[in-house]
């Protein structure tokens, strides 16, 4: 049984020494369509939160367009 807990701690040990890179990755890479930088996403948050929405996370970039996840009115928008 410690054999299995031990085995719990070591793969979050080892997932968590990683989420720096997952969320690094998070926006494509440099140089490509589906690269965006955090000023933009910051853009695209305030125009979704202009428009009363609420953003909650990025669905899909491309080419200079967002695809965001929002909520309104307590409704979900994708």
Not at 58 to 68: C, H, K, P, R, W
């Amino acid at each position: 049984m410690a054999l299995s807990k031990l085995t719990i701690v070591c793969v979050g040990l080892v997932l968590a020494s990683h989420a720096p890179v997952f969320s690094a990755v998070e926006n494509g890479r440099p140089g490509t369509v589906n690269y965006f930088t955090p000023v933009q996403k910051a853009r695209a948050f305030a125009a979704a939160t202009r428009a009363g929405y609420t953003p909650t996370i990025v669905q899909a970039f491309q080419d200079g367009n967002f695809f965001l996840t929002a909520s309104r009115g307590g409704k979900a928008m994708n």
